[in-house]
């Protein structure tokens, strides 16, 4: 036969909130500041990932802005449009990776720092030079 009076003073216990929920005492602030700091792992990521898009963006400005003013030098006859590329891209706080001349056109490579230390430099290419008029 089963002992009923061992499984009443089991749910008594259960009932008053004690008994099985002892050994979790707890476990619930373990789990809160777990999440806590999952989400906060989470942001920090979205704004690495932010920071390197917007120091992306600004590479390419600078890399269009360094490669059209040498075309425009190179088109004027100045002595050294890659120099211009050079000015522009350290005013940017960037730097000019390498800057080639073919025929007219003018091609740079600039390298820009992002502020992250996992991705700490971005790195975009520009092209410039008069467009062709014997092209219909």
């Known amino acids: ?6 499984y009443m003073a089991v749910e008594r216990k259960w009932r008053r909130g004690r008994g099985w929920g002892d050994c979790d005492e707890g476990s619930g602030t373990v789990a809160g ?3 806590i700091l999952v989400v906060a792992l989470l942001m920090g990521a979205f704004a690495a990932g932010g920071a390197v898009l917007i120091a992306g963006a600004k590479a390419r ?3 269009d802005m ?3 003013s040498a075309a425009r030098m190179l088109l004027e006859g100045g002595a ?3 120099a211009a590329a050079r000015t522009i891209a350290s005013a940017q706080d960037a ?6 001349i073919e025929d007219e056109d003018v091609t ?4 820009s720092p992002t502020g992250v230390p996992v991705a700490a430099w971005v790195e975009r290419r520009s092209r410039a ?3 062709r008029c014997d092209i219909p």
Not at 95 to 100: G, K, P, R
Not at 108 to 111: A, G, N
């Open 1 to 6: 036969m089963v002992d009923e009076s061992k």
């Open 33 to 35: 500041v777990m999440l």
């Open 61 to 63: 400005g600078v890399a």
């Open 66 to 68: 360094a490669a059209v």
């Open 80 to 82: 050294d449009p890659c």
């Open 95 to 100: 730097q000019l990776e390498s800057c080639a």
């Open 108 to 111: 740079v490579t600039i390298r």
């Open 129 to 131: 030079g008069p467009q």
